[in-house]
């Protein structure tokens, strides 16, 4: 921080000015308050823990799990969500210090996790809801309604004419997602009437490239994803002098595999765009940075994800003109992923060929990203034994397995030739990290009864854990129903 950019140019001696000197001191204090503030919430996430007895220790949630016979209850797995640091995320999140005018809307992703009791428990913490259909708006309704329902923000890239009226007279925020929309839009509000309109945003993608995975990559040249910054310009423009009910401008660079510089990049680029349009007599208000905020990889087990105050540390460094305008968020993978585990019963084994297979009740029903894109989005598995205990190999030794899932296709493997202790029927499998984008890509194949899901928080003598049902698991007789 002390390089050349803070000497003045005009001084033929090397020593710093005051000026130059009082800069850099800032960006250091800066720096070191960052550091301090993510050592201070990360000790508040790891006293969540320790309160679960989670810390590294699934053998814990395991043993209650199979003691309490919840695996016995429905078909031989369930999800299960650590409600204590669920909650401390939460706040984690609504005490980051983000750069803004007044309190951000944090909205939470809906299509993260829809289960609709984890939902209520975003909305009682303070935040609002983000919605990818209108389903998912509908839902979010029902929960924000009577609070304030323009603390749900619907992103739809497909909206149909009914779903936009549906969504301005409700009163939701709508963010429009290409220019033939903000005609249908305009259309609209004209139909219905309506004087006045707060909370339209327009998508704007501003072709800053792709994360680490291209499949969830948004803000590259050819997206499907926004209007095109630099192909639509002048059109954005005009249409933000035009429409003076347009306020928001709304960015999403990607999800899982976004860096810290292209979460930053995509604030950067709208807060200037708004500078620019507003100085030409735009009306924006608003920005939504979206989320795409990622959580540790699988190889990285012990590794802590990025917290909340340091994501918004950067932006007060980097983009320091946010603190203009009002602001909105749509975390989703980032608030639930790492606080719900997949527990399966191990149904069989069997030797076939070379292999050993496990065959067990979660596949690629419920982690399809794993199973369809494993190099993307790989799972950690752990394995223990009948009674909940951690299983380990009696010499030590490893043996390769393939786990395999419960549908009719040789592909559903949650994973193949993994290092694992001697496998045997009863044994119970756990995948990590599966609180997000599992349940809500459940897939009908095999016409399969989706899981229960439970939430689960330390008893009030602090021994042992209360399991609390938030969504009950599917029956035979409502899968028939959906056919």
Same mark, same amino acid.
């Given at each position: 921080?002390?390089?050349?950019?803070?000497?003045?140019?005009? *001084?033929?001696?090397?020593?710093?000015?005051?000026?130059?000197?009082?800069?850099?001191?800032?960006?250091?204090?800066?720096?070191?308050?960052?550091?301090?503030?993510?050592?201070?919430?990360?000790?508040?996430?790891?006293?969540?823990?320790?309160?679960?007895?989670?810390?590294? %220790?699934?053998?814990?949630?395991?043993?209650?799990?199979?003691?309490?016979?919840?695996?016995?209850?429905?078909?031989?797995?369930?999800?299960?969500?650590?409600?204590?640091?669920?909650? &401390?995320?939460?706040?984690?999140?609504?005490?980051?210090?983000?750069?803004?005018?007044?309190?951000? @809307?944090?909205?939470?992703?809906?299509?993260?996790?829809?289960?609709?009791?984890?939902?209520?428990?975003?909305?009682? +913490?303070?935040?609002?809801? &983000?919605?990818?259909?209108?389903?998912?708006?509908?839902?979010?309704?029902? @929960?924000? +309604?009577?609070?304030?329902?323009?603390?749900?923000?619907?992103?739809?890239?497909?909206?149909?004419?009914?779903?936009?009226?549906?969504?301005? $007279?409700?009163?939701?925020?709508?963010?429009?997602? %290409?220019?033939?929309?903000?005609?249908?839009?305009?259309?609209?509000?004209?139909?219905?009437?309506? $004087?006045?309109?707060?909370?339209?945003?327009?998508?704007?993608?501003?072709?800053? #490239?792709?994360?680490?995975?291209?499949?969830?990559?948004?803000?590259?040249?050819?997206?499907? =994803?926004?209007?095109?910054?630099?192909?639509?310009?002048?059109?954005?423009?005009?249409?933000?002098?035009?429409?003076?009910?347009?306020? !928001?401008?709304?960015?999403?660079?990607?999800?899982? #595999?976004?860096?810290?510089?292209?979460? !930053? #990049?995509?604030?950067?680029?709208?807060?200037?765009?708004?500078?620019?349009?507003?100085?030409?007599?735009?009306?924006?208000?608003?920005?939504?940075?979206?989320?795409?905020?990622?959580?540790?990889?699988?190889?990285?087990?012990?590794? &802590?994800?990025?917290?909340?105050?340091?994501?918004?540390?950067?932006?007060?460094?980097?983009?320091?003109?946010? +603190?203009?305008?009002?602001?909105?968020?749509?975390?989703?993978?980032?608030?639930?992923?790492?606080?719900?585990?997949?527990?399966?019963?191990?149904?069989?084994?069997?030797?076939?060929?070379?292999?050993?297979?496990?065959?067990?009740?979660?596949?690629?029903?419920?982690?399809?990203?794993?199973?369809?894109?494993?190099?993307?989005?790989?799972?950690? @598995?752990?394995?223990?034994?009948? %009674?909940?205990?951690?299983?380990?190999?009696?010499?030590?030794?490893?043996?390769?397995?393939?786990?395999? #899932?419960? @549908?009719? =296709?040789?592909?559903?493997?949650?994973?193949?030739?993994?290092?694992?202790?001697?496998?045997?029927?009863?044994?119970?499998?756990?995948?990590?990290?599966?609180?997000?984008?599992?349940?809500?890509?459940?897939?009908?194949?095999?016409?399969?009864?989706?899981?229960?899901?439970?939430?689960?928080?330390?008893?009030? !003598?602090?021994?042992? *854990? &209360?399991?609390?049902?938030?969504?009950?698991?599917?029956?035979?007789?409502?899968?028939?129903?959906?056919?």
């Amino acid at each position: 921080h002390t390089r050349a950019p803070f000497i003045s140019p005009h *001084l033929t001696s090397s020593v710093p000015t005051l000026a130059s000197r009082q800069h850099t001191c800032l960006v250091l204090l800066t720096f070191f308050i960052s550091i301090v503030v993510k050592v201070c919430e990360q000790a508040k996430l790891r006293k969540a823990l320790h309160a679960t007895g989670t810390m590294s %220790n699934t053998s814990n949630v395991v043993a209650n799990i199979v003691n309490q016979g919840l695996l016995d209850k429905d078909d031989g797995f369930v999800l299960a969500y650590d409600m204590a640091t669920l909650r &401390e995320q939460l706040r984690l999140l609504q005490a980051a210090e983000f750069p803004c005018k007044g309190r951000p @809307l944090h909205a939470i992703a809906i299509k993260s996790c829809p289960v609709r009791s984890l939902l209520k428990e975003v909305v009682e +913490a303070g935040c609002g809801l &983000e919605a990818a259909s209108w389903p998912e708006a509908a839902l979010a309704l029902t @929960l924000l +309604a009577d609070v304030d329902p323009s603390m749900v923000v619907f992103d739809s890239p497909a909206k149909t004419p009914k779903e936009i009226r549906s969504a301005l $007279t409700a009163g939701i925020r709508i963010n429009i997602d %290409n220019l033939q929309e903000l005609a249908r839009i305009e259309d609209a509000i004209a139909e219905l009437g309506l $004087t006045s309109c707060k909370g339209v945003g327009l998508r704007i993608n501003p072709n800053l #490239g792709a994360g680490s995975i291209a499949l969830s990559s948004t803000v590259v040249p050819g997206s499907k =994803f926004g209007v095109d910054m630099a192909m639509h310009r002048q059109a954005i423009v005009d249409a933000c002098v035009r429409c003076p009910f347009l306020d !928001t401008f709304h960015v999403h660079v990607g999800s899982q #595999g976004c860096g810290l510089k292209l979460l !930053t #990049g995509g604030a950067k680029a709208i807060a200037e765009l708004a500078g620019e349009i507003n100085a030409a007599g735009g009306h924006i208000t608003t920005l939504d940075i979206g989320g795409g905020m990622p959580v540790p990889k699988v190889d990285e087990p012990e590794a &802590e994800a990025m917290p909340f105050a340091e994501y918004a540390a950067a932006l007060q460094s980097t983009v320091p003109q946010m +603190a203009m305008f009002s602001l909105v968020t749509e975390f989703g993978r980032r608030v639930f992923a790492t606080h719900g585990v997949a527990v399966s019963k191990v149904e069989y084994t069997k030797l076939t060929g070379p292999k050993r297979v496990a065959v067990v009740h979660f596949g690629s029903d419920l982690l399809l990203r794993a199973v369809y894109r494993p190099e993307s989005y790989p799972i950690r @598995l752990s394995f223990y034994q009948p %009674n909940g205990q951690e299983h380990e190999a009696a010499d030590g030794k490893l043996e390769p397995w393939d786990i395999a #899932g419960p @549908l009719c =296709f040789s592909g559903d493997l949650v994973a193949k030739d993994l290092p694992c202790p001697p496998i045997c029927p009863g044994d119970v499998v756990v995948a990590h990290d599966a609180g997000a984008y599992t349940l809500s890509m459940w897939s009908r194949y095999n016409s399969r009864c989706s899981p229960p899901v439970y939430g689960y928080t330390t008893n009030a !003598t602090g021994d042992a *854990l &209360e399991f609390t049902l938030l969504r009950k698991g599917e029956t035979t007789e409502q899968v028939i129903a959906f056919w």
